[in-house]
DNA sequence: CTGAAAGCGCTTACAG
DNA sequence: CTGAAAGCGCTTACAG
């Protein structure tokens, strides 16, 4: 900016005065530092300015992990962001699994929200975050008390195993999520409230607690199915967990739905297209990026008038990893 | 940072030592410091370290749209940065289509380089961008000096017509993508080459200029398809076009593959579930994504060695929206 | 080992 | 209408 101040002839106040359209600057200098800019190819810098100014009209959004579905909140956010004047920040670590894991959200968020962004979206934090500036949380954490989007889990959870018993299971493993996410806990919940409003006994020794994470989920399946008296379907609270259930079966020899029924939830598109395909309950990821980014603009802007706290309906998408125990497997 | 100061009773630069781990601090002082900061939640502002340092250990990346294949190379980025030291910033602007889009690689570029970010990848820029800090191109413009990442789209080009070719195909039309974009022309050489090569003339009348947008397929798919002596055959310059004139031939009662075959570019997810299936040229995003990082990073750090571009190999992936010419449809 | 001071690139009252 | 100066939150020579 000196240096356009400089080929210019004026004070670098006045250059600021021409990038940022204020008024009081005379057309003889404007010309003479829209030229000079022109000339430079001079940018203002991001940092400097957000530094010093309170509005940046730029978003943040942090996410820890980059999934396929993570994909699909960021279409929905920028659907949504469309023409509204705010650019967007994804801020994603590079340490996946490494040591910063553990409150990284908060971290990130601190260190953004300070001066960069005006507000933030942040997806599935492990535990729940806070700012000076607004927040939104996607699949916030249990108790979390921040403005938050996220999908009817409960509600979905209990269509799928519904489905299950509708099916005739009575023996239903559940692999649960990650303990500190509320939707792990609204997942197991709609489990244990479809089991005990069908009038079965809900048996701790087939709940399993995974968190999410594929990998968790192969153990656990294996133990499951080792059993003697092993259940004839597994629920599990992500389509990531029950792809693995499906390649664990594999493994052990069971045919998938003939030995064995299962379900997922999130409908990630891999599920569409694994063998065989998944029945899971779909909550759109889309939908949850695309509110949270309209919740977050009006949070910002001072004019949110609804709740802060919204609920997506799910939907039970049934595929073929589900059929009646003991059915014989098709041609 | 200066409440901090206060709390521990010692002058922000001390403070600062302590967060940078720099040596010359004695082990009380630093054990003060540590506690404020515990207790204060403190965490230094990205803006103003990125403002005052040289190196930020920030990269970021550019992109004016967000698309399933943009997902991708997110993904492949983010693997090449993982336990990097390298955080990731991605800059996405909310006017997709708007009066904004002209130049605006570049601007943001300009913005992010001068200070937040050690190196930038930009991806499918319109035009050619320069920055003071490294930057990797993935598929840069045409005639771009940039250090870039690309696939053989030449060679892939060349392939889906020699397919088609080889199934019989003597019309082949032509979509072609945006022409400042160097894939755009490669894959148009492609084109011209293996009809070339075949020894067929090459009949401009069957050559259509898209964009890569898919609403800008429709228009040209009419025009090829409603005259009398349509091609047998559309070669689209991307899936997003290839995807559209399956839609256009639809609305046209023309039937895919038996009245009418179709290939595309880029193998996007929506090409294997489309119906039909689509025939396209794979490039994985996701290697594009995962080799421009590295480059980038080596760039950062001044330990590249190997070519500033680079090319990665296509792969033809036939499925079922192609068909010898005039062939019945399947039942 | 620690602090006062300068400065990164901007913006904005405050004078003139 | 324009400029000198202060300050956003940090880091880093420079003194002590």
Not at 179 to 197: I, K, N, P, Q, V
Not at 290 to 317: C, F, H, I, N, Q
């Amino acid at each position: 900016m000196s240096d356009v101040a400089r080929a210019a002839g004026v004070s670098t106040a006045t250059v600021s005065r021409v990038v940022n359209g204020h008024y009081g600057v005379s057309a003889g200098t404007t010309t003479k530092v829209r030229a000079a800019i022109e000339r430079l190819g001079y940018e203002s810098s991001l940092v400097a300015t957000s530094l010093r100014r309170s509005r940046t009209n730029v978003l943040g959004l942090v996410t820890h992990s980059f999934q396929s579905y993570t994909a699909e909140v960021f279409k929905g956010v920028m659907e949504a962001l469309r023409r509204s004047g705010f650019d967007l920040i994804i801020y994603a670590n590079s340490d996946l699994y490494g040591t910063y894991s553990e409150g990284w959200e908060q971290r990130h968020l601190t260190r953004l929200s300070g001066t960069l962004t005006d507000g933030c979206i942040v997806v599935t934090p492990w535990d729940d975050v806070q700012s000076r500036t607004p927040v939104v949380v996607i699949d916030p954490a249990r108790n979390s008390t921040t403005p938050s989007v996220t999908a009817d889990n409960l509600a979905g959870a209990t269509a799928a195993v519904e489905h299950l018993l509708g099916l005739g299971h009575r023996r239903i493993g559940f692999i649960a999520g990650r303990a500190s996410m509320a939707a792990a806990w609204l997942r197991e919940e709609g489990y244990r409230a479809a089991l005990t409003r069908a009038g079965l006994p809900v048996d701790q020794t087939l709940i399993a607690g995974g968190d999410f994470n594929p990998e968790s989920a192969a153990p656990l399946a294996r133990n499951l199915l080792d059993r003697a008296d092993r259940p004839t379907a597994i629920f599990a609270a992500s389509d990531g967990m029950a792809l693995m259930v499906l390649e664990v079966a594999n493994k052990l020899g069971l045919s998938v739905p003939g030995d064995l029924s299962v379900v997922g939830f999130d409908n990630i598109p891999e599920s569409a297209v694994a063998e065989p395909s998944l029945t899971t309950v779909d909550q759109s990821m889309y939908q949850l990026g695309y509110e949270a980014a309209r919740m977050l603009k009006s949070l910002v802007t001072g004019d949110w008038e609804g709740p802060r706290e919204m609920v997506l309906p799910t939907r039970l998408v049934v595929r073929n990893s589900t059929a009646p125990p003991g059915s014989t497997p098709g041609p």
